[in-house]
Nanobody, 129 residues
C-alpha cells in the first residue's frame, strides 16, 4: 500500500523559506503523477505543483510561480517542496499526493485533487506577517 508522510512545516516570517518533505513508501507504479496541494482555512484544496513522470510536465499554481519548486535532487523515495519568498497567503496545510498510473501530461489535463489516489495527512505551514 502506498503511504505518504509529509514533514517540514512550521512557522516562518514573511519572505522566509521552508522545505517540505514527502516520504513515499509502497510505490510500484511505472507511470504516476505526484503533486503538492494545499488547503487554507475556509478554502478549497488547490494544486500547488504537479509533476507527471511520463513526460516530466510540471504545472504550477499562478500564485507560487517563481517561488516554489520541486528540487531535482530529491532523496530516494522522497519528494521535496522548496518554498521561497513566503507570504501570509501561503498559510495552509500542505499535502503530498500521488495519482497512480497517470501517464498523461498535466499541461493538457490539468491537475485536480479528485484524480489523486493517495494522500498524506498534511503538514501545517504558517507564514506570519
Amino acid at each position: 500500500e502506498v503511504q505518504l508522510v509529509e514533514s517540514g512545516g512550521g512557522l516562518v516570517q514573511t519572505g522566509g523559506s521552508l522545505r517540505l518533505s514527502c516520504a513515499v513508501s509502497g510505490f510500484t507504479f511505472d507511470d504516476y503523477g505526484i503533486a503538492w496541494f494545499r488547503q487554507a482555512p475556509g478554502k478549497e484544496r488547490e494544486a500547488v505543483i504537479c509533476v507527471s513522470s511520463s513526460d516530466g510536465s510540471t504545472v504550477y499554481a499562478d500564485s507560487v510561480k517563481g517561488r516554489f519548486t520541486i528540487p531535482s535532487n530529491n532523496a530516494k523515495n522522497t519528494v521535496y517542496l522548496q518554498m521561497n519568498s513566503l507570504k501570509p497567503e501561503d498559510t495552509a496545510v500542505y499535502y503530498c499526493a500521488v495519482d497512480g498510473g497517470y501517464s498523461g501530461s498535466y499541461y493538457y489535463t490539468g491537475c485536480h485533487y479528485e484524480n489523486m489516489d493517495y494522500w498524506g495527512k498534511g503538514t501545517l505551514v504558517t507564514v506570519s506577517s
